[in-house]
């Protein structure tokens, strides 16, 4: 069964450095979705996208954040500048068109020193 | 805003036992979506079982199923003849047909299953 997958599954960064997140969603899915989970929190809503652009996003994610799919079959976060505060689980999803179950991956953990 | 409460942190069980996990939702919507997602310590979140808000028949999938009270917003998990592979955590989401397509998660159970 197709899976979503995410690399690095582990990343140590110092703070200020950039960091690119990489996922590969479900080969037929058109909805990407980042979510994070800060330690200890509720899983939470970073942004969607779709059709090549941002369809929405959360007050988390600010200009530090971008999202992008550079090729068919990668979607990238990057977190242009890190802070502490960005240390947490973060995972991709994805989902077809018309259904309202989004796929996850087995996330990456970011921890930023 | 919806908000999504799970208030159980840690529950246990005895294999082949029955577990009920709770979780609670506020909003304003009429339609919507509910799911339950496992994580086990591989960290794949994992569909469970998912409710249309809509259908008044609780979801069934093998030994998982719910108890959806679209009243009481309350909308929990069975978990029958529980076994080892059950451990995980538990996460309920509430997906709103107005609210975009983000989901909004509960704290999460940590659920043990127990030799």
């Known amino acids: 069964e197709p899976e979503v997958t995410q690399t690095p599954s582990h990343q140590v960064t110092q703070m200020g450095q950039e960091v690119i997140l990489r996922c590969v969603p479900i080969?037929?899915?058109?909805?990407f979705y980042w979510y994070r989970q800060i330690l200890g929190q509720k899983v939470e809503f970073l942004v969607s996208?779709?059709?090549?652009?941002?369809?929405?996003k959360s007050e988390i994610f600010d200009d530090q954040f971008s999202v992008e799919r550079p090729d068919g079959s990668n979607f990238t976060l990057k977190i242009r500048s890190t802070k502490l505060e960005d240390s947490a689980m973060y995972f991709c999803?994805?989902?077809?068109?018309?259904?309202?179950?989004?796929?996850f991956g087995p996330g990456t953990r970011l921890l930023v020193l | 805003a919806q908000t999504v409460t799970q208030s159980q942190p840690e529950m246990s069980v005895q294999e082949a036992e029955t577990v009920t996990l709770s979780c609670t939702y506020d909003?304003?919507?009429?339609?919507?979506?509910l799911f339950w997602y496992k994580q086990p310590p591989s960290r794949q979140m994992i569909l469970v079982i998912r409710?249309?808000?809509?259908?008044?028949q609780n979801a069934t999938e093998n030994r998982f199923s719910v108890n959806f009270q679209k009243a009481a917003k309350s909308f929990s998990l069975k978990i029958s003849d529980s076994q080892l592979g059950d451990t995980a955590m538990y996460f309920c989401?509430?997906?709103?047909?107005?609210?975009?397509?983000?989901?909004?998660f509960g704290e999460g159970t940590q659920l043990t299953v127990n030799p």
């Open positions: 999803a994805s989902k077809r068109l018309a259904q309202e179950t989004q796929y």
């Open positions: 080969s037929n899915h058109l909805y």
């Open positions: 996208f779709y059709n090549n652009e941002i369809s929405e």
């Open positions: 909003t304003s919507e009429n339609n919507y979506y």
């Open positions: 409710q249309e808000a809509y259908k008044q």
């Open positions: 989401a509430f997906l709103g047909e107005t609210s975009g397509s983000r989901l909004t």
